[in-house]
């Protein structure tokens, strides 16, 4: 399977998937070991527990996609609009279609499990959003950049539960934004 690291980062994906499939309660070590590929045993050897694998695909996700949404934000050769969309795709698009939810919202439900870092994920986030359309727009429009984000981030969430593909949520978040952006 490769090394240790490789080992961990095949987990890892396998976890994510059948953790947002299935939830946190509803996810067996045997679940994602048959997944990943590997022992029970051997999923045992690299996490202590659930509750410890449960917390380090969590914090292993929700980093990889405040980082991909971050780099989205900052290509300031892209128009405004798509680095949004592209930011949104990031943080929520991905998980379109799928039955259990966004990370942010199953990391909610069960957070005496998980680290603050991850729990102020959502939050961060945001604060990307705002700080990006307010660098496109005035400065001193804050308060409406705040709005704008708040609102983008709700459209997300209900285009994520109301779509059942990927395109579609990019189409009509595109809408959204374009229509924020006015």
Do not use: N
């Amino acid at each position: 399977m490769g090394s240790g690291a490789d080992r961990r980062d095949i987990v890892l994906t396998a976890a994510l998937e059948i953790f947002v499939r299935y939830g946190y309660r509803k996810t067996s070590m045997e679940d994602v070991a048959r997944a990943a590929r590997i022992s029970r045993p051997g999923l045992y050897f690299l996490f202590e527990s659930k509750q410890k694998l449960f917390a380090d695909t969590m914090t292993a996700a929700i980093e990889r996609d405040l980082s991909s949404a971050a780099r989205a934000l900052e290509d300031e050769a892209c128009p405004l609009r798509e680095r949004l969309l592209d930011a949104f795709d990031a943080w929520t698009g991905r998980y379109v279609g799928t039955v259990g939810g966004e990370l942010s919202a199953i990391a909610e439900t069960h957070r005496d499990v998980l680290d603050v870092a991850v729990l102020e994920a959502p939050h961060r986030f945001q604060v990307l959003i705002v700080d990006t359309v307010v660098s496109a727009r005035a400065p001193q429009d804050r308060a409406t950049s705040e709005a704008i984000a708040r609102t983008l981030i709700s459209t997300a969430i209900g285009l994520k539960h109301q779509k059942s593909s990927r395109e579609t949520f990019r189409e009509e978040l595109s809408t959204a934004i374009s229509l924020l952006l006015r």
